[in-house]
């Protein structure tokens, strides 16, 4: 089964508090940050709070990623070095990735590590392809707030200056058959706009979304969950086409609609996706 990464909360690796409340929140992975959320003169305190952290919680099924800070900066090559032989982390997240070589950097000095990419620059999307290609990627995330800073564009509801960087990266991450999740939504107080963006990023094809704050997790989950009408539409139409083959037939119809071999394909991931969330709430 394949892991679901519905909600990618991040947390700032200096707040022991919030280190601690995130061993029981309902998140599919944490994203323990060292770059953007940790004021320069914190960032090693942050890292030894974050390496005592790993060493004794237990956050059960959610992933542990860790968000270096980059290697052209003072603390990215120790943060590679802290990290490069923990077992307690799923995977490292490397910033403002803008070509293939960029990882290839991270991975000389983490051999071992599962590598995520940042994806909020011009650059990097435009060497989306590349980036996702990458044998040692698991993933990339959508940094919305640094690509919107960069390539000047304003918010909106629809987020249609965004959707030429977020379909280039999604396309890009499909093609690899990578994770792909979708950056965040900052007025964390409007459940209402984060269910829409949670909705627009799914039916889009994304596989999550980031956030930033707890409250915003139930809405995550629920958006990029199968909903039961899905699952039970998945199961039937797997049933109808098992019958079909039973009887010669290539094609299925359910409810007045054909069920082909590539909506079973569709079915089986929903219903996969669907047993992998609930395992991880056991």
Same mark, same amino acid.
């Given at each position: 089964?394949?892991?679901?990464?519905?909600?990618?909360?991040?947390?700032?690796?200096?707040?022991?508090?919030?280190?601690?409340?995130?061993?029981?929140?309902?998140?599919?992975?944490?994203?323990?940050?060292?770059?953007?959320?940790?004021?320069?003169?914190?960032?090693?305190?942050?890292?030894?709070?974050?390496?005592?952290?790993?060493?004794?919680?237990?956050?059960?099924?959610?992933?542990?990623?860790?968000?270096?800070?980059?290697?052209? =900066? #003072?603390? +990215?090559?120790?943060? $590679? &070095?802290?990290? !490069?032989?923990? *077992?307690?982390?799923? /995977?490292?997240? @490397?910033?403002?990735?803008?070509?293939?070589?960029?990882?290839?950097?991270?991975?000389?000095?983490?051999?071992?590590?599962?590598?995520?990419?940042?994806?909020? =620059? #011009?650059? +990097?999307?435009?060497? $989306? &392809?590349?980036? !996702?290609?990458? *044998?040692?990627?698991? /993933?990339?995330? @959508?940094?919305?707030?640094?690509?919107?800073?960069?390539?000047?564009?304003?918010?909106?509801?629809?987020?249609?200056?965004?959707?030429?960087?977020?379909?280039?990266?999604?396309?890009?991450?499909?093609?690899?058959?990578?994770?792909?999740?979708?950056?965040?939504?900052?007025?964390?107080?409007?459940?209402?706009?984060?269910?829409?963006?949670?909705?627009?990023?799914?039916?889009?094809?994304?596989?999550?979304?980031?956030?930033?704050?707890?409250?915003?997790?139930?809405?995550?989950?629920?958006?990029?969950?199968?909903?039961?009408?899905?699952?039970?539409?998945?199961?039937?139409?797997?049933?109808?086409?098992?019958?079909?083959?039973?009887?010669?037939?290539?094609?299925?119809?359910?409810?007045?609609?054909?069920?082909?071999?590539?909506?079973?394909?569709?079915?089986?991931?929903?219903?996969?996706?669907?047993?992998?969330?609930?395992?991880?709430?056991?």
């Amino acid at each position: 089964m394949a892991r679901p990464y519905r909600s990618m909360l991040y947390i700032p690796a200096s707040k022991e508090r919030a280190l601690e409340k995130a061993r029981d929140l309902p998140a599919d992975a944490i994203i323990f940050d060292l770059e953007d959320a940790v004021l320069p003169e914190e960032k090693s305190r942050a890292r030894d709070i974050l390496l005592r952290e790993l060493a004794v919680a237990d956050f059960g099924s959610r992933a542990r990623i860790v968000r270096i800070n980059g290697l052209d =900066t #003072a603390w +990215g090559r120790d943060d $590679a &070095a802290a990290f !490069a032989g923990n *077992r307690a982390v799923d /995977g490292v997240l @490397v910033p403002k990735v803008g070509r293939a070589a960029d990882l290839d950097a991270v991975a000389a000095l983490m051999p071992q590590v599962p590598l995520w990419a940042m994806m909020e =620059t #011009a650059r +990097g999307m435009l060497n $989306a &392809a590349g980036i !996702a290609a990458h *044998r040692r990627l698991v /993933g990339l995330v @959508v940094g919305t707030n640094d690509l919107a800073r960069e390539i000047g564009s304003r918010f909106r509801p629809d987020r249609l200056p965004m959707m030429a960087g977020l379909g280039t990266c999604l396309l890009a991450a499909k093609a690899e058959g990578r994770v792909v999740v979708d950056g965040v939504y900052n007025a964390f107080k409007d459940a209402a706009g984060l269910r829409a963006e949670c909705e627009q990023g799914r039916d889009m094809g994304f596989d999550g979304k980031t956030l930033i704050h707890p409250d915003q997790l139930a809405v995550a989950n629920e958006v990029f969950a199968p909903s039961p009408e899905e699952i039970s539409l998945a199961a039937r139409q797997i049933a109808a086409f098992r019958e079909a083959r039973a009887r010669g037939e290539g094609v299925a119809v359910l409810d007045g609609r054909i069920v082909e071999n590539l909506h079973v394909e569709t079915a089986r991931r929903i219903l996969e996706q669907a047993e992998a969330i609930a395992g991880g709430a056991e």
